[in-house]
Every structure is written in C-alpha cells, then in structure tokens.
Nanobody
Framework: QVQLVESGGDLVPPGGSLRLSCVVS????????MDWYRQAPGKQREMVAR???????NYDDSVKGRFTISRDHDKRAVYLQMNSLKPEDAAVYYC???????????WGQGTQVTVSS
C-alpha cells in the first residue's frame, strides 16, 4: 500500500505565500515523476508543476515565476513553494506520483488552498 499525505494548505490573503508538502510512505519503489495538480470548484483538475527523477521541472504558464517545485529523494517528499498567490490559485491541491519506469501512479487526498482577503 502506498500513501501520499499532503499538508500546508491554508487561507492566505492575495500576495501571500504557502509551502505545500507531500510525503510518500508505504511500499517502497523508486519514484519517477512527482507533481502537483489542483482542482477548483466546477473546473477540471490541472497540472500545476512537475519534477522528474532527475530534477527537470516544468510549470503551468499560470504559475511560472511564482511557484517552485522541489523534491527530497531521501524523504520521499515533494514540495510546492507558492508565492504571490492570487485568488485564482484557490483550489484543492493534489500530490501525484508515478513509479520510475512503470505505470503505477498514486494520488494524495488533497489539501485546500484558499486565497482571499
């Protein structure tokens, strides 16, 4: 069994910052891609940021320059530093991982980010 536990979601004012964390536990395997998705009410889930096993990152255009994804292989964790938050960033943020060289993928339960004054 594999568990992904996200944390760090909160209510912040526009312009604020948050750092999301996701820690993977359970069955051991090498994690390939780690990414963050988000889903706002009434909208489809969208990929926000992705980091490969080798550290290559890419971002959705809407968050470039404001969000930074990073990972810690030893801790089996992925992080999302979110700066200059906007109301349109408000959503449930989900951690997602895929096994290196495999098809297995897993999702976290989500953490709520609210951006409001």
């Amino acid at each position: 069994q594999v568990q992904l536990v996200e944390s760090g979601g909160d209510l912040v004012p526009p312009g604020g910052s948050l750092r999301l964390s996701c820690v993977v536990s359970g069955r051991m395997f090498t994690i390939g891609i780690m990414d963050w998705y988000r889903q706002a009410p009434g909208k489809q889930r969208e990929m926000v940021a992705r980091i490969t096993y080798g550290g290559v990152v890419n971002y959705d255009d809407s968050v470039k320059g404001r969000f930074t994804i990073s990972r810690d292989h030893d801790k089996r964790a992925v992080y999302l530093q979110m700066n200059s938050l906007k109301p349109e960033d408000a959503a449930v943020y989900y951690c997602h991982i895929r096994r290196l060289n495999g098809a297995d993928e897993y999702w976290g339960q989500g953490t709520q980010v609210t951006v409001s004054s």
